[in-house]
């Protein structure tokens, strides 16, 4: 399959999940707007295409930022949360939460963003201007450390429990009651990290074959990894800051797309993006189904379908290994 | 001075200053034993260490040229032979092509033909074995049909065959003007299908000329503490 068909079908299959979450329960939708359009419209525009929005814009960075960053790192299993800012966006919204008192899901997504850019911030500063990929790595292991350990002493020293309620649930991952302040708040960071990102995807299949070669094609080795790291930050920032945490889809989703692109890093990177918003989409469907009369949180339907799937990746590399 | 030459070039404690042309059209095979300094010379060569010393290519500095147009004219084949994902081989191969900003599945087809790589053309590198793997890798190096093609190593991992093939190769893009720096541990083969040789040990240049002339026998008894002998080689 050429990756043009693979992104065509992917972006219609994005495009009817939008649908899907656009126009969830359309029974329900008819009836009120036949009693109450002004609600109908409300529901439509300030509580359902916010969410359709942020499903599509987070799992299209995340499923991209994951690629991107195991295409640089010739690693699969990295993932966006590497580089520390999705743990400086949990630090920071707790902080905002707990200490300044920000309210709201809007003011943890302020406070999010603020912890994410801190972290790419500090990053760079650690890994210095001459920052080799395994620096970067190192220094994102250690903030993300850090900024964990800081986020689990500010829980541990919660001031209410109400609040320890909020934060723990936040983080655990949610589109439900986002609104269009939330969408202008994180689509811009995404936008410029997404490109930033996707500018690496002609270069990126070089590194393939190490940095070495990939400079003696030509490429800018140094300028790609800084778009890359920037890029992720600035972007994973955002959809943490929005979204809390929601794990797997950076790493699963570039695994799930790459057999159909011949394993080619650049070229998985667009598709990546797709699939990411389709699963996102998906398992935002997914959480609105109540079990036992809860909705189940995003960021637990991700890692509950990521699971498998690494396990999956286990038993195939077992048999690779025995065969 | 037309080709690549390097004057002053340094990477202390491995190499130390040390000054080559490579000339369009010749093999010019780097030689030495382990840790004399072969791999650092290559890579400053290829512009892929900083540090001092100019390297000029047609009386240009090489570091004043963009970098696609010297990705164009220079290739450079690391010992490692690395692949970080199970791409196909003519995916890896058309990688070559990227200083170009296209494919050319004629140059493609070639450079496969000259590694003799054309039978997996289609397979995935990784269920390849480590020379076929070294063969492929070659291809990616030879298919822009660079001015000048620097080579860590383009025999190692290969059978007698192939060993013999691959230069073969090689000494065909010389004829057709390229010129060829590689590095060998093989003495014999150095000596048969090399135009010049430098001999390198300690990070130092020690000799530089004919095969015949670098490698005398105070030479090899005094640097690689061989001998010739009716089989081959035998220590000293």
């Known amino acids: 399959m050429t990756s043009r068909i693979l992104n065509i079908l992917l972006a219609v299959l994005a495009t009817l999940l939008a649908l899907a979450s656009l126009l969830w329960a359309p029974g329900e939708l008819v009836e009120v707007s036949k009693r109450a359009p002004d609600v109908a419209r409300a529901i439509l525009i300030e509580l359902r295409l916010p969410r359709m929005i942020l499903g599509l814009a987070i799992g299209a960075v995340l499923g991209l930022t994951g690629a991107a960053l195991q ?7 990295a993932a966006p949360d590497v580089l520390g800012s999705s743990t400086g966006a949990a630090f920071g919204a707790v902080l905002a939460s707990y200490y300044l008192g920000i309210g709201g899901t809007l003011g943890l997504a302020l406070g999010g963003m603020t912890g994410a850019v801190t972290a790419l911030l500090l990053l760079l500063l650690l890994a210095g201007p001459a920052a080799t990929t395994a620096s970067l790595i190192l220094a994102g292991v250690a903030i993300s450390a850090l900024a964990s350990a800081l986020t689990n002493l500010a829980l541990s020293l919660a001031p209410s429990p109400f609040a320890l309620y909020d934060v723990l649930f936040w983080l655990l991952g949610s589109l439900a009651d986002r609104s269009l302040d939330h969408v202008l708040f994180a689509l811009p960071p995404m936008i410029v990290g997404g490109w930033l990102a996707l500018s690496t995807r002609r270069g990126i299949d070089a590194l393939a074959l190490g940095e070495e070669v990939a400079s003696s ?23 943490v800051a929005v979204a809390g945490a929601i794990g797997f889809i950076g790493l699963v989703v570039p695994h799930l797309v790459r057999p159909f692109v011949g394993h080619r890093p650049g070229a998985a990177m667009i598709p990546s993006a797709l699939a990411g918003a389709c699963l996102l989409t998906a398992a935002d469907l997914f959480v609105r189904v109540p079990i036992a009369g809860q909705e189940l949180k995003l960021g637990v339907v ?5 699971c498998p799937f690494f396990l999956w990746l286990i038993l195939r590399g077992r048999a690779r290994a025995a065969s | 001075m037309t080709g690549l030459v390097a004057t002053g070039l340094a990477r202390p404690p491995m190499l130390q200053p040390t000054s080559l042309a490579l000339r369009p059209g010749e093999v010019l095979g780097l030689i030495g034993p382990n840790g004399s300094g072969k791999t650092t010379l290559l890579r400053a060569l290829a512009s892929l260490s900083a540090g001092p010393g100019r390297v000029t290519l047609d009386d240009t500095d090489v570091r004043a040229l963009p970098a696609p147009v010297r990705a164009r004219r220079i290739a450079y084949l690391p010992a490692e032979r690395e692949a970080g994902w199970p791409m196909r081989v003519r995916d890896v191969v058309a990688l070559g092509l990227m200083p170009f900003g296209g494919t050319d599945d004629a140059a493609i087809d070639r450079a496969l033909a000259l590694a003799d790589v054309v039978g997996f053309a289609d397979r995935r590198i990784d269920h390849l074995s480590t020379g076929e793997r070294a063969r492929v890798l070659l291809a990616r190096a030879l298919v822009g049909r660079p001015d000048h093609l620097l080579l860590d190593e383009p ?7 192939h060993q013999l093939a691959i230069l073969d190769a090689l000494r065909g893009e010389a004829a057709r003007g390229a010129g060829v720096l590689i590095t060998l541990h093989d003495l014999a083969l150095a000596e048969r299908w090399c135009d010049r040789l430098l001999l390198l040990d300690g990070g130092r240049a020690i000799a530089d000329g004919s095969p015949h002339d670098v490698l005398s026998e105070s030479r090899l008894g005094e640097i690689f503490h061989v001998r010739r002998a009716e089989s081959g080689w035998e220590r000293c």
Request: hydrophobic share 55%; no cysteine; net charge positive.
């Open chain 2, 155 to 161: 025999t190692a991992n290969l059978d007698a065959h």
């Open chain 1, 217 to 239: 094609l030509g490429q800018n080795v140094a300028a790609m990894r800084m778009k890359i790291v920037i890029g992720t930050g600035l972007a994973v920032g955002a959809a």
């Open chain 1, 302 to 306: 991700t890692a509950m379908l990521g």
């Open chain 1, 71 to 77: 295409g640089l790192l010739r690693n699969p299993l």
